[in-house]
């Protein structure tokens, strides 16, 4: 199965995959390449492949990116083996692209489900956007402005939360990863469920 969870910067997305992650250890996550520079705290393969754009051009081009998308002056992309090898294993993926690399993802693996993640209001946003401390007002204006234009997407999404408390937001993400997981289209037929349908109950 794959999980996407999307959200403006600030919403909180970031903390809350990380957070499902800590409570699902087999949840694998696939990493995105960009070509913004890392913020503090944040480590090479882990949060993001950092690559600059000749690179990340290079690789655009020999067809390694499932999704690319261009987001407050970066690129971003997403490894397309990755997420292959990925479901061939068996194993469940969360990512974190941005409404059109969702939608991308989306129509490559119809059954993926998407998660949009919310701030309560766009002062808090602004908020958290400020406290973080990390761009300058130009740049923060430009993600407020993008988060606008995000929201206005979020009908296409499976499931909305809004992430007023953090732990209620991380239950509500751990609650739609399991449910997600006990529908009957995915659940793999094991012997006790062939004898099941074999056997009148």
Do not use: C
């Amino acid at each position: 199965m794959i999980l996407v969870v999307s959200g403006p910067s600030g919403s909180g997305k970031d903390s809350l995959v990380e957070g499902l992650r800590g409570f699902e250890p087999s949840l694998r996550y696939s990493v995105s390449a960009t070509t913004r520079p890392p913020r503090p705290g944040e480590i090479e393969g882990q949060h993001y492949f950092f690559v600059d754009r000749a690179k990340f051009e290079r690789m655009n081009l020999a067809g390694e990116f499932l999704e690319t998308r261009e987001y407050a002056g970066n690129w971003y992309g997403t490894p397309k083996a990755f997420i292959v090898e990925t479901l061939r294993s068996g194993a469940d993926l969360v990512l974190k692209p941005e409404v059109n690399g969702a939608m991308a993802v989306k129509r490559a693996f119809p059954e993926t489900v998407l998660v949009f993640v919310t701030a309560p209001s766009e002062a808090v946003l602004r908020d958290r956007l400020e406290r973080r401390s990390t761009e300058a007002p130009d740049a923060i204006k430009k993600r407020l402005a993008v988060a606008q234009a995000e929201a206005e997407s979020a009908a296409s999404y499976d499931y909305i939360i809004v992430n007023d408390s953090f732990d209620v937001a991380l239950g509500q993400l751990r609650s739609i990863l399991v449910a997600e997981r006990l529908k009957v289209a995915r659940l793999r037929p094991t012997k006790s469920t062939a004898s099941m349908r074999q056997e009148p109950l």
